[in-house]
């Protein structure tokens, strides 16, 4: 199993049964969570927030936005959205909307930083309609530990992370994905101050909410709108499946494989693709893959698809899609990397975190090894359970790997694509 930086929500799970528990639904548990929470349902105290987005480590990062919402009920809002390349004014009022657009795409990274601080499990209603497969959690306990609960789709997979005071923790979705920090008492809510993001291997986003006030009296000059915006002229977005996708290509949807020098030969890639109201598609985010010398291709070939655009009403929208693709490629031995020892990797590594174990993992002191892969220029790429790891014990490395800073690894001269076998001890 390969973990990418954007599915290390939390897994540093309790067990979810215990004799003599209440046990409550996910939907129950996860309810909960969102009314204690979210800013934004109905009844809630307005307010007057300021938060902004940016890329820990990289001052040249794009990924850079700040997000202002005057709120004073469900139908009078006023959101402005700034960043390098879209900005965006949007105000309601009742049935009335206004909506003014600089650029004319609104990026998957940046619609889920609003989505995180104002709607922070965007799924729920899909999990109230669960039913009665829904998996069962028990009620929380006064722990260190987070509770947990795995749920596994066709591709994709969500994880749902509990504090032991019931608050949420993390939220994981190939396409959505969000931990929550710091929260702080604002009215009769408890409100995570810091939201934090991995859409990819090596990038890791903060989102700070900086001011959170009472909106005790505000200029009603904040809600007016004097000339409605039409439909046509907002920007709407849509999750489709991939068959849509594909349907909707113009131009053949075969991906030209590439050989590699080691690992896999025939397995499975996951992407979350997102396109313009044009049809071009505009982000694709990795969402794991079996070999991890394949995500890069399989990106660079989506982002050259151009689709017929999807229309509602004769509207265009904005697509998003979670797409799996089966790979099947050859070995070239002139491509193989050098694997490094773990004292190799570790001597190029800063910032070093080493994993916190739950319980139970095994005896003490025994080691464990997962496989990790870092580019020329020192980024982290992924990480492989090479050593068929439990999960808990797996993603606990993963957690903490994908934290370490590294030096190229340089051979005569010249930056190379590594991997590395990094080990650990259980405690």
């Given at each position: 199993m390969r973990v990418f930086?954007?599915?290390?929500?939390?897994?540093?799970?309790?067990?979810?049964?215990?004799?003599?528990?209440k046990f409550e639904s996910l939907a129950e548990v996860?309810?909960?969570?969102?009314?204690?929470?979210?800013?934004t349902t109905p009844g809630s105290r307005p307010f007057h927030l300021v938060a902004s987005l940016k890329e820990i480590g990289n001052d040249d990062s794009p990924y850079k936005a700040t997000v202002e919402m005057f709120w004073f009920s469900p139908t009078k809002v006023r959101r402005t959205i700034s960043s390098e390349?879209?900005?965006?004014?949007?105000v309601l009022n009742g049935d009335e909307v206004f909506e003014q657009n600089?650029?004319?795409?609104?990026?998957v990274w940046l619609n889920n930083m609003v989505t995180a601080i104002f709607d922070p499990l965007p799924m729920l209603g899909e999990l109230q309609k669960g039913g009665p497969e829904t998996p069962k959690m028990a009620q929380m306990n006064a722990s260190n530990s987070d509770t947990c609960s795995d749920l596994h789709g066709r591709i994709d997979r969500w994880v749902f992370c509990f504090q032991s005071d019931g608050l949420l923790s993390s939220v994981f979705s190939?396409?959505?994905a969000a931990q929550f920090r710091n929260y702080s008492k604002f009215g009769d809510k408890r409100v995570a101050r810091l939201i934090e993001c991995d859409p990819e291997p090596g990038t890791h986003l903060e989102t700070r909410i900086e001011t959170l006030e009472e909106l005790k009296k505000p200029d009603e000059q904040l809600f007016a709108i004097e000339k409605p915006t039409p439909v046509s002229e907002q920007i709407s977005r849509v999750r489709v499946g991939d068959d849509f996708i594909r349907k909707a290509a113009l131009g053949t949807t075969e991906i030209e494989w590439p050989t590699v020098g080691g690992g896999l030969l025939t397995g499975g890639c996951a992407v979350y693709v997102s396109a313009d109201r044009s049809g071009q598609i505009r982000e694709v985010w990795p969402a794991g893959c079996d070999n991890a010398g394949l995500q890069d291709p399989?990106?660079?070939?989506?982002?050259?698809?151009?689709?017929?655009?999807?229309?509602s009403n004769g509207v265009p929208l904005q697509v998003e899609s979670l797409m799996g693709f089966t790979f099947h490629t050859q070995l070239d031995s002139a491509r193989s990397l050098p694997l490094l020892t773990n004292d190799q990797v570790r001597s190029l590594?800063?910032?070093v975190v080493e994993p916190k174990f739950p319980p139970d993992s095994g005896p003490s002191g025994t080691e464990v090894v997962a496989q990790i892969s870092v580019d020329q220029t020192g980024k982290f790429t992924g990480i492989l359970n090479t050593h068929h790891l439990?999960?808990?014990?797996?993603?606990?490395?993963?957690?903490?790997?994908?934290q370490w800073h590294f030096q190229p690894y340089v051979i005569d001269g010249k930056p190379q694509y590594f991997h590395a076998d990094v080990s650990f001890r259980l405690n």
């Open positions: 930086l954007s599915a290390l929500c939390c897994f540093l799970c309790t067990p979810l049964v215990s004799s003599g528990q996860a309810t909960k969570a969102v009314n204690r929470s979210q800013l390349h879209f900005s965006q004014v949007r600089k650029g004319d795409y609104f990026p190939k396409g959505y399989l990106r660079k070939a989506l982002l050259d698809w151009k689709l017929k655009p999807a229309l590594a800063s910032n439990s999960d808990p014990v797996f993603l606990a490395i993963a957690s903490a790997v994908t």
